[in-house]
């Protein structure tokens, strides 16, 4: 039923067709206008009357320099038409239609004057791709024959003459007219609008991404071509000074479109080509400087050098692709397979003189650059789902290291705090061996050198001394210490309580210490210093055997220095220092006050060096 229904309306639409061409073809328009001649001649030299002389038959369109190739000027075209209407009654209005004339001119029916460009002289107007038409007044014409003239301007490097030619009535006329300019005209305009606004886009996107770089090229591609149909479309030279400047900016705009198109191509399908490249960039700028100042043979020559680059950049990309397989690739190979058919069919379009306007490229020009610039954007989609899904592993990832930095800063937090409960307890442990132990040293000392037991007062003051010692450690550890205004009143506690205790067993102490502080410590360096004056004296009490010993303290610019020096009978360093928790304790202490310590010591005694930079 639906097949049926389908067949119906099938058979009606042709039928409509058919009744169309039928009334079409049955209804002829009568007076028809029958061009009979069409003859060219160059006009005399400095004056704009018709030549008398020298008509020689054409054909429209016509390229004049093919028989005069180096004339520069004026040339008149005679066209003599007729109309036979035996009715009077039945004549309609004519009209003439004209798709080019290069550069400029004007339209005469039989002797008036019916149209002409704004300028026919330098400056000239450029009517070469601007398709017209107008009604001849009926004042104008005769009965049965004739003339229109059309007198043309122009540059022989330029292709001068006169396009297609048609005198009919007004809406076979206006029908052409509207083709001519659809296809020379209004096609031009939309793909300027398309590649300006493509090109400025991308450029954009190149700007903020300058890492695509075939963004980069394909808005500057479009740019320049974008100028190239400016020219094309342009009826008036300006801002150029004649014609031919006009020109070789048209040519400079066709060259640089040309590269940008082969570096676009490289740079989307990412091949390298670094010999070809720079051969193009210095080829290119040649080619620019040439069509300055070059006759118009060499800017042919470039111009097709060129095209012939523009051809074989498409083929060679169908290789490319053809290798690499991917998909962006193959897309754009298809697009360029389509220039590279429409390029040739308009090289032959061009060496065969027709006219411009059946040209391939203009009317698929619009087509490409919408079908580039959609490739191009799904590259950019492509592009930017890469970057969501890559942000979101990148989410992910962080997530999972933002848990693996909690844990380990917890368990580094719990080693730390091991870490410093160890330290503290090693800190208390040095503490106590320096003070206390020092006192017990003090102790041990006097009751074994004693001569007789000691009463139960002398006890008392030992057991009270061990007992201070103990408070100023607690005290010292829970509480912020004031240093001393002097050297001397920050020892003097600690040379009161030795000084007693060498003279009773034998060891004369001279203790030479500097008035005043010259560079001051803080209280952690004072009390530092302290303990490790109470652990040198007390190991000189122990094991030194020493007669003399000299306690000496300096306090300069650089920090401070303290000596400890005895006569002692001296120890291995090595040994002592690695298994002695004494010695192991001095080494602490100065390395947490940021000092230095040397220790040197043989059999005729030891020193201890101290120095702390302040």
Known sequence: MKLSIAYQWIVFVFLCCFSHSIWATTSPLSCSPTITYIAAAKAVANSTSKPTAGWEAVTLPDLWTNRWPKHDGDVWYRIDWT?????????????????????????????????????????????????????????????????????????????????????????????????????????????????????????????????????????????????????????DPWPFPDALTHSRFNNICFILYVFCFCLFTWRFGEQKLPYIEKLIWVFTGLSVLLSLFAPRAILNILWLSFVLLFLLNCLQFQFHAWRSSQPQYMWLAVCWLFFFIVGVHDLFVISLQEETHTMWGAITGPVAALFTALLLGGRLASSMRH???????????????????????????????AHATLEERMHIIHDLHDSIGSSLVRSIALVEQASQPLSNTRMLSLLKVLRDDLRQVIEQGGKQQIVAATPTQWLAPLRHRFTDLLDEIGISSHWDIAPAWVSWPNAHQCLGLTRLIEESISNVIKHSQAKHLRILLKSDQQGLSLIVDDDGVGFDVTIKHDSGVGMRSMAARVERMGGKLQINSSSRGTTIIVFIEL
């Not at 209407?85 to 080019?100: L, N, R, T």
């Not at 990148?394 to 380990?408: G, V």
């Not at 800063?409 to 730390?416: G, I, K, T, V």
């Open 387 to 417: 970057i969501e899904t890559f942000n979101y592993e990148l989410q992910q990832r962080i997530s999972a290291a933002r848990l693996e930095i909690t844990e380990l800063l917890s368990r580094e937090h719990n080693q730390a705090l």
């Open 83 to 235: 109309r036979d209407c035996p009715d009077a009654g039945a004549k309609q209005p004519i009209g003439v239609g004209i798709d080019s004339i290069s550069l400029a001119g004007a339209i005469y029916s039989n002797d008036t004057l019916i149209w002409r460009d704004h300028s026919l002289e330098e400056p000239l107007s450029l009517s070469w791709n601007m398709p017209r038409w107008w009604l001849l007044p009926e004042t104008t014409l005769s009965e049965k024959s004739n003339t229109l003239w059309v007198r043309t301007i122009g540059l022989a490097e330029l292709a001068p003459g006169l396009g297609k030619l048609q005198i009919d009535h007004i809406d076979p006329i206006a029908k052409n007219h509207a083709h001519s300019l659809w296809h020379q005209r209004t096609v031009y305009y939309i793909s300027l609008g398309l590649n300006g606004a493509l090109g400025g886009i991308f450029l954009v996107i190149w700007i903020f991404g300058r890492s695509e770089r075939a963004y980069g090229w394909y808005g500057l591609m479009s740019l320049c071509w974008m100028l190239y149909l400016s020219t094309l479309l342009s009826i």
